[in-house]
């Protein structure tokens, strides 16, 4: 049985954003004030790796149709379609809402997300999404936040389909430590793998098959605004097994290797990070794509870089907004 696409976490090819407005979680008693920035490095098959910054804010309180809440800015630098903006209005739980309303919302999509999902009765939910695009403000739907995707692309990781028949691995990994420009970040780490719903045939062998691995690592720190991240990791690794047990074999390839977390790598690659370590049936681990998310910089001054009222869709095609994303291979 497979589940629901991993549409939220990420990654993307080069072009499209890590974090995504639709994936964040906030409590009810989130304050004005703080942000934090990330560096985002991705590479899908054999593209180039990209990199850019996004940088997410609490910036100010408001009221949508008697119900209190904040709004959240997400600025995306770096990209070659230039600076986007994107801001959502998350409404706090219990103030004008239909029964049952916040629950629902709180309950798990089964999607992943640059920030992990942690139990809780109840979170701010998002419902009000605004892309600034050029110098105009346009307001689209809330499922737009999760269709928009900056460049109009997305990756291998974003499409990635896991198998509900297969058990997760979940681990905790202890302490670690991050080394960010002259930052010294304390964090504990832990790590998820999960298996695909896909498999591919091998030429020349029918009796194993390749088949998907996500391994998505984490480093928190409670000490990070919003997030509670200092690094976020998204690797997707192809495993050999056995055909005939595809649906059902246990995750048996070893984690893909690290990317270096002190520093950007502009010349990172796809074969730098292929471990040589053998798997399952002897293969070695290869990378499809990968997407590193790693903390530049948080403070609690954030204030509204978009102060303009939002103005209606438009209808010409010159001034519409990127189309449903192609798909990067």
Known sequence: MAAGLLV????????????????????????????????????????????????????????????????????????????????????V????????????????????????????????????????????????PVERASEERAGGMV???????????????????????????RRVVPASKDRTRRAGADDWPIRGDTTVVNRPVLTQTYWRNGAVPITGLARSLFQVSLERVPAAAKDTAAIASPPPPLPESTAVNAAASLKAMTSDSAGVATAKPVILSWTDVELLD????????????????????????????????
Do not use: C, M
């Open 8 to 91: 939220s976490i990420l990654p993307a090819s080069g072009h499209a954003q890590a974090l995504k407005l639709d994936t964040l979680i906030f409590p009810p008693s989130a304050v004005v004030g703080p942000w934090v920035s990330y560096r985002v490095r991705t590479q899908s098959r054999a593209l180039p790796v990209r990199e850019y910054t996004q940088r997410v804010a609490i910036v100010a309180r408001d009221s949508y149709q008697g119900r209190q809440g904040f709004w959240v800015e997400l600025k995306t630098e770096g990209l070659s379609s230039g600076t986007r903006i994107e801001r959502g209005f998350f409404a």
């Open 93 to 140: 739980p219990g103030t004008g809402s239909a029964v049952g309303e916040d629950e629902e919302a709180a309950g798990d999509s089964g999607a992943a997300a640059p920030v992990p999902p942690t139990p809780a009765p109840a979170r701010a939910r998002l419902l009000r999404y605004q892309v600034l695009t050029g110098a105009k403000l346009y307001e689209y």
């Open 155 to 181: 990756s291998t990781v974003e499409l990635f389909e896991y198998d509900t028949n297969i058990p997760p691995i979940t681990e905790s990994l202890g302490p670690d430590t991050l080394r960010i420009g």
């Open 298 to 329: 948080l403070g609690a001054d954030a204030v509204p870089e978009v102060t303009q009222k939002p103005e209606p869709i438009p209808d010409s095609a010159t001034e519409t907004p990127p189309k449903k994303p192609k798909i990067a291979h």
